[in-house]
């Protein structure tokens, strides 16, 4: 018998905060309509729709992206635990289990990969961007000194990031935040860090809008796209 759907803290998390936006109606019937999984994860739907981030980000982009390339990664994930260990446990579970692990990289890629993309979905948001406010403005200051200093260190990754890979906000042990790019689907949270915000810099992200200027999509995300209130919302104490 098909085990239910398995929910991670994590992705409770996510979800909850799309949902506190408003912008999910009905998780359960989103979920079943979005996913006919078959097996233990499911595509969580996107926190807003697929046209909402034009001009940063075209719906087609969005529809391949989130439609194709996500749903790909949870379906190979479906079918590389199936019948293992690895079956029951959350998603982030499977990643740390597998984080370096050359006997099971396939099944870290897809379980990385799923893991990043719901990051990513939940980093950004319609007519966000720009400098953030409250709490998570004081951390960036405590640790980069300034805000633009935070952005050139963040968009410098994303632009270096040489094939593909993430650029990342994360916060470490010792509360200090961090700039750091992860190659293909390695992730900081498989390491221990508290992630708080991500760009995903795969081709598959941009290409069909900006081409080869990846410095244009990252700038316009971090103009127009980040999700602070999320960010904030990640933020361990
Ligand atoms: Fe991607």
């Given at each position: 018998m098909r085990p239910p759907p398995r929910v991670t803290i994590t992705r409770r998390r996510l979800i909850s905060a799309a949902l506190a936006a408003g912008s999910m109606v009905s998780l359960g019937g989103a979920r079943?309509?979005?996913?006919?999984?078959?097996?233990p994860f499911s595509l969580?739907?996107?926190?807003?729709?697929?046209?909402?981030?034009?001009?940063?980000i075209s719906s087609t982009t969005i529809g391949f992206h989130y439609g194709?390339?996500?749903?790909?990664?949870?379906?190979n994930l479906n079918k590389a635990v199936e019948g293992t260990d690895l079956a029951h446990k959350s998603l982030e579970d499977i990643v740390k289990a597998t984080a370096g692990d050359p006997a099971r990289v396939g099944?870290?890629?897809?379980?990385?990969?799923?893991?990043?993309?719901?990051?990513?979905?939940?980093?950004?948001?319609?007519?966000?961007g720009g400098a953030p406010n409250g709490a998570i403005a004081d951390r960036v200051k405590d640790?980069?000194?300034d805000f633009a200093t935070f952005r050139q260190e963040f968009a410098t990754a994303a632009v270096t990031q040489f094939g593909s890979g993430w650029a990342w906000l994360v916060q470490g042990?010792?509360?200090?935040?961090?700039?750091?790019?992860?190659a293909n689907a390695d992730t900081p949270m498989a390491r221990g860090l508290t992630c708080l915000?991500?760009?995903?810099?795969?081709?598959?992200?941009?290409?069909?809008?900006?081409?080869?200027?990846?410095?244009?999509?990252?700038?316009?995300?971090l103009d127009k796209l980040v999700n602070w209130d999320f960010a904030s919302r990640q933020l361990a104490q």
């Open positions: 079943r309509a979005l996913s006919q999984a078959s097996g969580p739907p996107l926190p807003y729709p697929e046209d909402a981030l034009i001009p940063v194709k390339h996500h749903r790909a990664y949870v379906d099944v870290f890629n897809n379980a990385a990969q799923d893991w990043n993309h719901i990051f990513y979905w939940n980093s950004m948001r319609p007519n966000g640790s980069f000194g042990q010792d509360k200090k935040l961090r700039v750091v790019k992860t915000l991500t760009c995903d810099v795969w081709e598959h992200a941009y290409y069909l809008d900006y081409q080869n200027r990846r410095p244009d999509y990252v700038n316009a995300w």
